[in-house]
């Protein structure tokens, strides 16, 4: 059909706003924190806030407060705060204050322009975060931008990748791994499930395989999370890795391929049952297509041969093909700008 005067006219009243306007997709995750901007900009932060211990600490760094790699540069001089904990942001006012503190100073760094113009932000959270959380997440953030609203974080993924149809999403992040299904239309309650455990859980997985055997060995978080990050695995398939680990007064090279692996694998039985729910729980027309369209995303989609190793489990219940999502750093966020761009302006205004 033509396009009269008067659709012509709206068209270019929406750009106009659009242009106008400053867009913002975050993912406020419990490791990280991903911005991108309409305008192209991009911020990557760790999720943590450190406050100088004593006055000799505040001195030396010359700050009240550290965010981010510069406050795990400078852990040992800082009370560390990680304000986000299982994907949500701690209910207290001393994380309140140092996420929003975090989020203020990521900002900063992308410079957001004056109050003339308009910012618009949507912000991934966990699928299944409850109205509290959501609460508190656009209530921090409420002063920061003209009109805010929270989306479930595996679905930005997708809308960003614009896989909106018959696909599960897996997000794999730190504090929770996050099932989402997408048939077309915001996720209902139904589609969304949260498991509690993520990257963080196997952190402490391989600490306690690893004490398990050997009782003095002397393992930080930071030390098992750097271990998985380089060598994390699961299945058959493994190349020996072999670490340095302070066991009593010694330091021993000990081989630890069995137990990162099993640690990495003990996330996963979580997410074969969550995959089979919403597949069982489909409409029977299109559940071949759902099965065949499982997308996996977040940090932990990094862990060596994850995408084979589920489909693998799938086989013996029925089947599926499983593919790794790319760039799982800033999907999230970019989903999210896609999102806040493509809400009409009469959204934000009933919202605002
Ligand atoms: N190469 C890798 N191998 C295994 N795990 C990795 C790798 N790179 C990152 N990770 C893990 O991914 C997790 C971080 O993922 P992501 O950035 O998606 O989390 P997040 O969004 O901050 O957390 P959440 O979504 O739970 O709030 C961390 O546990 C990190 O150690
Ligand atoms: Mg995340």
Not at 43 to 64: C, H, M, T, W
Request: one cysteine or more; aromatic letters at 6%; proline letters at 3%.
């Amino acid at each position: 059909m033509a396009k009269t005067k008067d659709d012509k006219k709206q068209e270019g009243t929406k750009s106009k706003i659009k242009k106008e306007n400053m867009f913002i997709g975050i993912d406020f995750g419990t490791s990280k924190i991903a911005i991108c901007t309409n305008d192209g900009k991009k911020v990557l932060e760790q999720s943590i806030v450190g406050y100088p211990r004593d006055v000799v600490a505040k001195n030396f760094l010359k700050a009240d407060v550290l965010y981010g790699e510069k406050a795990l540069k400078h852990r040992a001089a800082l009370n560390i705060k990680r304000p986000v904990e299982n994907g949500v942001i701690k209910n207290d006012k001393d994380n309140i204050d140092a996420a929003k503190g975090l989020l203020e100073h990521c900002l900063k760094s992308i410079k957001l322009p004056d109050d003339s113009v308009e910012s618009y932000a949507i912000i991934g959270v966990p699928a299944e975060a409850s109205i509290l959380n959501k609460k508190m997440i656009s209530g921090l953030s409420k002063d920061l931008f003209t009109g805010v609203m929270v989306a479930s974080e595996p679905f930005c993924v997708a809308y960003g990748i614009e896989e909106l149809e018959h696909a599960i999403f897996v997000d794999i992040g730190a504090g929770t791994t996050d099932l989402c299904r997408v048939h077309g239309t915001f996720p209902e309650p139904d589609d969304q499930i949260s498991l509690d455990r993520g990257g963080d859980y196997i952190d402490q997985e391989i600490i306690k395989l690893i004490t398990e055997e050997y009782t003095d060995a002397n393992i930080t978080r930071e030390l098992a999370k750097k271990w998985k990050e380089t060598y994390g695995y699961v299945g058959s398939t493994h190349d020996d890795c072999i670490v340095e680990i302070q066991v009593g007064a010694s330091n021993l090279d000990l081989p630890i391929a069995d137990e990162i692996k099993a640690a990495c694998e003990s996330i996963v039985s979580g997410i074969v049952a969550g995959i089979t729910k919403l597949i069982s729980t489909y409409d029977p027309e299109f559940r071949d297509e759902l099965k065949n369209n499982i997308r996996i995303c977040g940090g932990g989609s990094r862990i060596k041969n994850i995408d084979k190793f589920i489909e693998e489990e799938l086989d013996q219940i029925g089947g599926g093909k499983v593919s790794i999502v790319s760039d799982p750093v800033y999907s999230g966020a970019s989903g999210a700008l896609k999102l806040a761009q493509d809400m009409p302006p009469g959204f934000w205004k009933q919202l605002h």
